[in-house]
């Protein structure tokens, strides 16, 4: 899918602008061109919902997303370079986290975006066939958009009226008020959108469905979630769960059957989404996708060891719990299929008797003895104390889940790796967690067993098969961080479940400072000290 970049054009956004505390706004567009005389052409309203797309990018695949969907929960610990330990580990989170204001920018002006074009459509000359598919395109990102913001903010401001200009007010709409548009949006686009696509990134009617499954498992309304997850599961629209869960994450791979929807990034990586002064002034400072660089471990500070292309540029962000490693078994190849344990000599300057290509470094959720070894061992106890926290903030098992090595250089930050919002796996897992829900755990067994068949290695699926009697909800949330760890929906999980206080309190010793109010984000402080109308518009209770 072609992206879209402002070119002379601004689009005000109201509820965003006000993230900035001064008074008054100078709009200038030289060109001349408006949006009302470029919506109104079939071709100018393609760009509107290319635009609309492009929002997505500012979650998935960046920093900011990662902070605000993986970490705080029980599956991840700050590394050494994370740059927003507020939200991995609840300690004076407050409404000036930097990536909370830039997600709460970019979905406001992604829903005024879509707002726009809804509300636009009937006059932008479009085809018959076409409208009611575009329109549709639009309200399931309405609805895609709105679901971030109200699960990470609760009841804030809700319209579907396109803003124009600087506004100086906002509202405060109840959970339930969204949750109903949510699911109007989705019912629509799943009425009028094609069963698939030739312009990849666009969404279709199962990936819609798909994604109607989770808000109705988010809503409570299992049976509505389960009969939602199976018809996509039963529709005959081709997906299927690849025989091996490594080769999901493989550069070459990355269009196969088994992606329902995902955000794109192009390959050539100027048209991604990188900011630039001329052509996108309006884009983000390290563009592209940057999950290669988040998990990464500091290994170009050991002996054999230089910085390459293969291994990635460590940022090290984040880092596995201790937690995390052991929910793995040994029959479960989604442990090798995810993280990387060795690092293999690489430098023309090597401990004596190690050649070009031996382990360099090993690192391991286990204990092993260093006697005799040449090689640098980061196991257990030496990156983790006895309670589980964090010991070595530099050094531990990777998740390689998103490395790049068609980057073009070592220290290049932007990669071209799509990013999987919603797996196939994710519809028998919507699938047993409504059954469960419903008071049916035989069927939730069944479904898991499906995901945890392909996860089985070689001769272990007998081992890896599960009864109704094991299938509980905490059995269930440990499947879903064996299956999707890092896939920007972790957080999302823990709360919808309930289980989010109870599950970081107990596995993640390094983020037990989480109270109940965590359980939504602070609105910027920018936005609340923006509003004129402060005794509606407050800041979310336990934040300043």
């Not at 492009?54 to 929960?73: D, I, N, V």
């Not at 906002?170 to 339930?176: D, S």
């Not at 018809?231 to 493989?250: C, E, M, Q, R, S």
Request: net charge neutral.
């Amino acid at each position: 899918m072609r992206n879209f970049i402002y070119k002379g054009l601004i689009i005000f956004a109201g509820i965003t602008a006000l993230a900035s505390c001064k008074k008054d706004l100078i709009e200038k567009n030289p060109s001349g061109i408006t949006a009302e005389s470029v919506f109104t052409t079939p071709a100018g309203f393609e760009s509107l919902v290319n635009a609309a797309y492009s929002y997505q990018r500012w979650w998935y695949g960046k920093e900011e997303g990662y902070s605000l969907s993986e970490m705080g929960t029980d599956i991840w610990a700050s590394g050494a370079g994370d740059v927003t330990t507020d939200l991995t580990n609840y300690i004076n989170l407050q409404g000036t986290n930097g990536a909370i204001t830039t997600e709460w920018q970019a979905l406001y002006a992604a829903v005024n975006l879509c707002n726009a074009g809804v509300n636009k459509i009937a006059g932008a000359g479009l085809s018959p066939t076409v409208r009611p598919v575009r329109e549709a395109e639009l309200r399931f990102l309405r609805a895609f958009y709105y679901w971030h913001i109200v699960e990470a903010w609760g009841g804030v401001h809700f319209t579907l009226q396109e803003t124009q200009g600087v506004i100086t007010t906002a509202n405060k709409t109840p959970v339930e008020t969204f949750n109903k548009q949510i699911v109007d949006d989705l019912l629509f686009a799943v009425a009028n959108l094609p069963a698939t696509t030739t312009d990849y990134g666009r969404v279709t009617k199962p990936a819609a469905q798909a994604f109607l499954a989770r808000m109705y498992l988010t809503q409570k309304k299992n049976a509505e979630a389960r009969d939602m997850a199976l018809a996509v599961i039963n529709g005959g629209y081709g997906f299927t769960l690849l025989p091996a869960y490594a080769d999901l994450w493989k550069m070459a791979n990355l269009k196969n059957r088994e992606v329902v929807y995902a955000v794109n990034y192009s390959t050539n990586l100027i048209q991604n989404d990188l900011r630039d002064d001329i052509l996108n002034p309006l884009g983000h400072s390290r563009g592209s996708n940057n999950g290669h660089l988040m998990f990464a471990m500091k290994y170009d500070d050991q002996p054999a060891m230089i910085r390459d292309i293969l291994n990635g540029r460590p940022f090290n962000r984040y880092m596995p719990t201790r937690f995390l490693l052991d929910l793995y078994s040994a029959s479960d190849s989604r442990y090798e299929g995810s993280f990387k344990t060795a690092w293999l000599a690489n430098s023309t300057i090597r401990p004596a008797g190690m050649r070009l290509g031996d382990t360099a470094i090993l690192a391991s959720k286990a204990v092993v003895p260093a006697s005799g070894k040449l090689y640098k061992i980061y196991d257990r106890n030496a990156v983790y104390n006895a309670n589980g926290t964090v010991k070595d903030q530099l050094h531990f098992v990777t998740l390689s889940k998103f490395d790049d090595p068609t980057r073009t250089s070592a220290n290049e930050a932007q990669s071209a790796r799509d990013v999987f919002v919603i797996r196939f796996a994710e519809l028998y897992l919507i699938a047993a967690e409504a059954e469960f829900n419903l008071g049916n755990p035989g069927a939730a067994a069944t479904y898991l067993n499906v995901v945890r068949t392909r996860a089985a290695k070689p001769g272990m699926v007998a081992a890896m098969q599960v009864t109704g009697a094991q299938v509980t909800l905490d059995f269930i949330l440990d499947e879903r961080a064996r299956e999707f760890a890092g896939e920007q929906i972790r957080w999302f999980d823990l709360k919808r479940s309930g289980k989010l206080l109870e599950r970081v309190k107990t596995y993640n010793p390094n983020a037990v400072a989480i109270q109940d109010f965590n359980l939504v984000r602070p609105i910027p402080r920018a936005q609340v000290d923006a509003v004129t109308n402060k005794d509606e518009f407050k800041q979310n209770p336990g934040y300043q």
